[in-house]
């Protein structure tokens, strides 16, 4: 912990931590010592990791990325820190993210952006941003983040890590900021698949009498198959994920990769996701819609920022929300609220539904034919920061191969394949069917 601590303020520049606290995470670190020493350790004893700042913690402020949560301290930690703390790890410090984990790029967060450590003039990816970079550059061992459309395995993948997004509810959203919650799913970023597969064995699980979307499935210890023969393994390669804009420097490192499968003794498969390019407005109907609701708590009342200056009870309100939300985060609630309202639904809101079910269906029809289903993460490297300026579609058509696994809510995970245009980390995105989280570290473990 004492290293971490250290190489964490030399590295402030690249802005990965919006939070630590010397004393708290030194006194985790003694309590793990004493435990080790009694011969009570948990399976990850001693072990430091950092959090996305969209985990709530008691000893460390959660700020969400938002002005709006400035200051905020949680009298509860969520389930996943409550979990990864039983197991022994030792919180280092909360990571920085895109504002309500709202972006692609982390230059949503309303503190500061964070810095790709493999070119400081390139973005890391988001929302887990923080998280990706505090891996990479060897600030933490090990991270959680979330995914709602792909936050994971897009930082993961630009960062050059390996990060995964389980089945939807396979972890709690208790006490994870709420963003979509149809959609909002936690998972661990690390090195390498087995660390993250020992992170996510000690995360998941259910948690009834918090989070009513947790599934009835119990932990299980995703290490076990790490090291299993690939052979006859039937990977599924979506003709859509491989059209006209991908970069060719990505294509070139996730053929590498899937030759590399071939080697192991896998087959790989065309499939077709047809909707694939639907997951898009699909998913930017339902997700602002979700938010909009969400974020309805943050009226300044209960906690959080609340405006000085005001009249009546309305005024507050509207300056309240007006100072605490940034530019995106007020983007996707006055969406939101558009699609949800009386003479629209049925146009945006219905419709999407109808075709994320269609998406979800299309990976059934996909799993017939195959065990796995691989491909690219994201359409390119990492851009350069400020790249995008102020054309948040930029970002949103970023997230075309990461959206269709989460409208479905299927595991999801990015695994370093290589480095395409300016020398820059590309991962391989493999996505499993429901549950398959072990099939998925399998396969990426053999490929490190
Ligand atoms: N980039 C997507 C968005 O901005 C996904 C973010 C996420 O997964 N939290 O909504």
Not at 102 to 109: C, D, K, R, V
């Given at each position: 912990a004492q290293h971490f601590l250290a190489r964490m303020k030399t590295h402030e520049a690249l802005g990965a931590f919006l939070a630590t606290n010397e004393d708290a995470t030194l006194a985790q670190a003694r309590a793990a010592d004493a435990r080790i020493a009694a011969g009570t350790a948990g399976a990850l004893e001693g072990v430091p990791l950092a959090h996305k700042d969209i985990f709530v913690t008691t000893d460390f402020p959660t700020t969400a990325g938002s002005k709006m949560l400035e200051g905020y301290r949680s009298p509860f930690d969520s389930t996943v820190v409550r979990k990864l703390a039983e197991a022994g790890m030792v919180t280092l410090g909360k990571l920085n993210c895109d504002e309500f984990a709202?972006?692609?790029?982390?230059?949503?967060?309303a503190f500061k952006p964070v810095r790709n450590p493999w070119d400081p003039t390139r973005i890391p990816g988001g929302s887990s941003g923080g998280s990706a970079v505090a891996v990479a550059a060897r600030l933490a061992p090990a991270a959680t983040g979330t995914d709602t459309g792909g936050s994971i395995r897009q930082p993961a993948s630009f960062c050059g890590i390996t990060g995964i997004k389980p089945t939807y509810g396979r972890a709690s959203r208790y006490g994870m900021i709420a963003f979509a919650s149809s959609l909002d799913q936690a998972g661990p970023m690390a090195r390498s698949a087995e660390d993250c597969a020992l992170l996510l064995s000690a995360l998941c699980g259910p948690d009834p009498d918090r989070d009513s979307t947790s599934l009835d499935v119990p932990a299980e210890d995703f290490t076990r198959s790490l090291n299993d023969s690939l052979d006859g393994l039937r990977i599924g390669i979506p003709k859509e994920f491989f059209g006209e804009g991908l970069a060719p420097g990505v294509r070139a490192a996730v053929d590498a990769a899937l030759k590399e499968y071939e080697k192991l003794g896998a087959r790989l498969v065309e499939i077709s996701l047809p909707r694939t390019e639907l997951s898009i407005p699909v998913y930017y109907i339902i997700a602002p819609a979700e938010a909009s609701s969400n974020l309805s708590r943050f009226d300044g009342v209960k906690f959080g920022h609340r405006a000085r200056d005001y009249t009546d009870l309305l005024d507050m309100y509207k300056k309240t929300r007006a100072e605490g939300f940034g530019d995106e985060v007020k983007r996707r609630i006055m969406i939101g609220a558009y699609v949800l309202s009386h003479g629209y639904y049925d146009a945006y809101y219905l419709q999407a539904q109808k075709i994320r079910r269609m998406i979800a269906d299309d990976f059934q029809q996909a799993f017939k034919q195959c065990d796995l289903i691989a491909g690219p993460v994201a359409p390119s490297v990492a851009w350069k920061l400020g790249e995008h300026g102020n054309d948040p579609l930029a970002d949103y058509l970023a997230d075309i191969f990461t959206l269709p696994a989460s409208l479905a809510g299927l595991p999801g995970m990015s695994v370093p394949a290589g480095f395409g245009e300016g020398a820059m980390p590309v991962g391989l995105q493999l996505i499993g069917n429901y549950f398959a989280e072990a099939k998925l570290l399998n396969a990426a473990h053999r490929l490190q």
């Open positions: 709202m972006g692609s790029a982390n230059e949503n967060s």
